[in-house]
């Protein structure tokens, strides 16, 4: 991709969110967890959750990104209660999801205890899912949570268990966005097609426009924007391997179901020719027969 410059500045462009690069640096780097925090609360704000101090405990850091691999795009933090925070952005859809959702909650809460500590002194971990596939397509809902509660006999197991997910692809038009969850994720679906100098004006929330700040950063400052863009690469790279494995898995599948009918064809093809056999030697024994009855008679 080539990009221009005047007198040495580059020029602005639309910044994606969602790109590993660009998400842990505005929400994982020290300094900025009032971002995350902004974040956190909107996510929280319908269930009297109010976080007033965060601390991130995996911090962002360039080198993390300078091989081109695939990493976990999460940030972990504990808030001033000792509450376990972990956000994770999932961007592909796949069947075991679920799963593995469940797991990396649980992984978080029992790697809390250590040798000597008891269960009372476990905290409460709280995930949030920001997912670029819809994982719920029979609800409109662009936000659940899923805790340990029996809605049969109204119970709470315990209120260590907080699991939220946003879809990205349910995301409310423009026109029609109230809430600052809705900014937030209007942020993240969209970021990519706004020019970070000037975002529209629903996003003029003090946080939101700082993070727009950082985004323009990124796309201004040449070190940061190829190492945001070679993550972008990485990203299409992967895509189109996942394509390509998934076309050799498709093309294999119609291989092996046309050898299958091929064989069955070729079966059912034996079996009409010995089908045939038996039906000319039954004929020509009935001829036989005949012809020794005409004989005798």
């Known amino acids: 991709?080539?990009?221009?410059?005047?007198?040495?500045?580059?020029?602005?462009?639309?910044?994606?969110?969602?790109?590993?690069?660009?998400?842990?640096?505005?929400?994982?780097?020290?300094?900025?967890?009032?971002?995350?925090?902004?974040?956190?609360?909107?996510?929280?704000?319908?269930?009297?959750?109010?976080?007033k101090k965060v601390i991130i405990v995996n911090p962002f850091h360039d080198k993390e990104f300078e091989e081109d691999k695939e990493t976990v795009v999460d940030v972990k933090a504990t808030d001033s209660k000792g509450r376990q925070l972990h956000v994770e952005m999932q961007l592909t859809g796949h069947s075991w999801l679920h799963a593995r959702i469940m797991y990396t909650w649980a992984d978080i809460y029992c790697k809390e205890l250590e040798e000597g500590q008891e269960y009372d002194e476990l905290d409460p971990v709280f995930s949030v899912w920001i997912l670029g596939k819809k994982m719920f397509p029979g609800?409109?809902?662009?936000?659940?949570?899923?805790?340990?509660?029996?809605?049969?006999?109204?119970?709470?197991?315990?209120?260590?268990?907080?699991?939220?997910?946003?879809?990205?692809?349910?995301?409310?038009?423009?026109?029609?966005?109230?809430?600052?969850?809705?900014?937030?994720?209007?942020?993240?679906?969209?970021?990519?097609?706004?020019?970070?100098?000037?975002?529209?004006?629903?996003?003029?929330?003090?946080?939101?426009?700082?993070?727009?700040?950082?985004?323009?950063?990124?796309?201004?400052?040449?070190?940061?924007?190829?190492?945001?863009?070679?993550?972008?690469?990485?990203?299409?790279?992967?895509?189109?391997?996942?394509?390509?494995?998934?076309?050799?898995?498709?093309?294999?599948?119609?291989?092996?179901?046309?050898?299958?009918r091929k064989v069955q064809a070729e079966r059912k093809k034996v079996e009409a020719e010995r089908k045939e056999k038996e039906a000319a030697l039954q004929r020509i024994a009935e001829l036989e027969v005949l012809a020794r009855q005409n004989r005798q008679g």
């Open 1 to 51: 991709m080539i990009r221009f410059f005047l007198s040495g500045v580059p020029v602005s462009k639309p910044i994606d969110l969602t790109v590993d690069y660009a998400f842990r640096r505005t929400f994982a780097t020290p300094g900025n967890e009032h971002l995350l925090m902004a974040l956190l609360n909107a996510v929280f704000s319908c269930y009297d959750i109010v976080l």
């Open 139 to 260: 609800s409109d809902a662009l936000h659940h949570r899923f805790i340990m509660y029996d809605p049969d006999h109204e119970v709470t197991l315990t209120d260590h268990c907080a699991i939220h997910t946003l879809e990205l692809p349910k995301c409310p038009r423009e026109d029609t966005i109230e809430s600052d969850l809705e900014r937030w994720v209007y942020t993240l679906e969209h970021s990519k097609h706004i020019d970070p100098a000037n975002p529209p004006e629903i996003l003029h929330k003090p946080e939101i426009m700082e993070v727009m700040h950082m985004l323009n950063n990124i796309s201004k400052k040449k070190e940061d924007y190829w190492a945001y863009q070679g993550r972008v690469n990485a990203r299409r790279d992967r895509n189109a391997e996942r394509k390509d494995f998934q076309r050799a898995i498709e093309a294999e599948r119609k291989k092996t179901e046309a050898e299958r």
